[in-house]
């Protein structure tokens, strides 16, 4: 079968990237618009402050302009691409007067170049944003086997390729043109990503997303009916059928980015420890690098498992296996290198934290590759909602053939003046179906049905009690590998 030679975006992407599900259509170009006008507005913040009579950027997009804010159109270049016919001549090494061929320049305009009608790019909507902040490509595409897909990176190196890509067909349809759009892509170099800014980018697609599924509500009937997701034994999580293909598509947006804000925060961890291999590094500096890896490594565990969610909330919903592996694990292993960083956790927001423990630490069956990831990130969204001052106690005792651990707040110290203060309940509002934001302190996490899920994923059990004006209990099981006495001595960790 004939394959065009040069590579569509969506090749490059699919092969710098984890393969993600494909989507219908409908899904997928839903994908693509969130995306897109997260993106107008990713560009009116980095650009605001600096818009002026000069170009601020460069945009290649097909297969018409995407964006339409005055402030956009008058601070980027924007270039189209488009499969529509072109005069044969353009190949030519010269051209008759009467030929009108696009031409480039530096003030913000909308020329357009043409792509060969056999170029399986023209079937492609596409936009690549080069700018002094960041670099951004964006793929409403098809894979191999035809079915539609929405891909973006920030990574530099990928977004480089796409350009070379495009580049490529420049020289084939329009070569005087290639050494001008050149230049203009050269003028912005690589820029590596910023973690701030690919985190702002996901928080914006969350809001897109989140105003959008509620124009779908408000058009939503109360009385569909309902697939039911299991919980834990006692709970399901109920949603409407005719909102199941929407469900599915949280999830997949879910993905997109978590695997997105991922690539950039490792390579700046990677970055950052080549540069710890430095001898005669200054001390502070060595702080300073030092706090840089672990918040990438702090970001990084949340994005993952973020995205393993979204996989367990796919596997839920169509019924397959999780594919989780419990084993026998030494949890005294796991809590030597959790501690310290709960301990972290809980001084960063003035809080004392104090673990309780048994004399001997049980062997738990559970997933040793997930357990400390999911207590951790527990431990550090149920700390986010104490007020400063308070003490947060996480116990364990074994309960019959269980660990039981369970997070409780006493505010302002200790218990015996707890119940003189009152735990005002935190303000959260719901991001689609896995998510949920804290306007307070700008947290997005793990709505509680997802959190369960992945307890249930680890082979543990998670209840929620509510304690009016003294805030939440969590409580945690985790099945033991045998049946072993109750402990009557406890060590206490400060």
């Not at 016919?85 to 043409?114: D, G, I, R, Y």
């Not at 709970?235 to 690539?263: C, G, K, M, N, W």
């Not at 949340?302 to 296996?321: C, K």
Request: proline share 7%.
């Amino acid at each position: 079968m004939y394959k065009w030679i040069l590579p569509s975006l969506s090749d490059i992407l699919a092969a710098n990237q984890t393969p993600m599900a494909p989507a219908c259509s409908a899904k997928a170009e839903s994908q693509w618009c969130l995306s897109l006008a997260a993106t107008e507005k990713l560009l009116l913040s980095t650009l605001g402050n600096s818009i002026n009579d000069n170009t601020q950027g460069l945009v290649l997009a097909a297969p018409a302009p995407l964006f339409s804010q005055l402030e956009l159109t008058q601070n980027l270049q924007t270039i189209t691409f488009t499969a529509k016919p072109f005069n044969p001549l353009a190949l030519m090494p010269f051209q008759m007067p009467t030929v009108k061929v696009p031409e480039l320049s530096s003030h913000p305009s909308e020329p357009v170049l043409p792509l060969l009608a056999q170029d399986p790019l023209g079937s492609e909507q596409f936009c690549l944003v080069f700018t002094n902040a960041f670099q951004l490509v964006l793929v409403l595409g098809e894979d191999e086997n035809g079915d539609r897909l929405f891909s973006f990176s920030f990574d530099p190196e990928v977004v480089q390729q796409a350009w070379k890509a495009l580049g490529a067909r420049i020289m084939l349809v329009n070569p005087d043109e290639f050494a001008n759009l050149a230049s203009l892509v050269q003028k912005y170099g690589e820029v590596a990503p910023d973690f701030r800014v690919v985190t702002q980018f996901s928080q914006l697609l969350l809001t897109e997303f989140t105003e959008n599924k509620d124009i779908k509500s408000a058009s939503t009937n109360d009385k569909d009916d309902l697939l039911v997701v299991e919980s834990d034994g006692s709970q399901s999580h109920h949603i409407p059928i005719s909102s199941a293909s929407s469900y599915r598509s949280d999830v997949e947006l879910l993905q997109a980015f978590a695997h997105e804000v991922r690539t950039p925060l490792a390579t700046i961890r990677t970055m950052t420890r080549l540069l710890l291999k430095y001898k005669d590094l200054p001390a502070n500096v060595i702080k300073r690098l030092k706090m840089i890896d672990a918040e990438c490594t702090e970001q990084i565990d949340r994005m993952e498992l973020l995205f393993r969610a979204a996989e367990l909330e796919t596997s839920n919903t169509s019924g397959s296996s999780s594919g989780t592996q419990l084993t026998p694990m030494c949890l005294e292993q796991v809590l030597q290198e959790s501690i310290p960083r709960w301990q972290q956790a809980a001084s960063r927001r003035n809080l004392n934290l104090n673990v309780v423990l048994p004399q001997k630490l049980p062997t738990v069956i559970s997933n040793p590759n997930m357990l400390d990831r999911v207590l951790t990130n527990l431990i550090e969204n149920f700390a986010r909602n104490l007020p400063s001052g308070s003490q947060l106690q996480v116990q364990f005792v074994t309960a019959g053939n269980q660990l039981k651990l369970q997070l409780l707040p006493l505010l302002q110290g200790d218990d015996t003046n707890a119940n003189k203060h009152e735990c005002t309940p935190p303000i959260r509002k719901a991001i689609g179906q896995l998510l949920m934001f804290q306007p307070e302190t700008g947290t997005i996490s793990l709505n509680l049905a997802a959190t369960k899920h992945l307890f249930q994923a680890i082979g543990g059990k998670l209840i929620v009690r509510q304690r009016p004006k003294h805030g939440e209990v969590m409580t945690i099981f985790l099945p033991l590998e045998a049946v072993n006495e109750p402990e009557t001595g406890f060590l206490v960790s400060k």
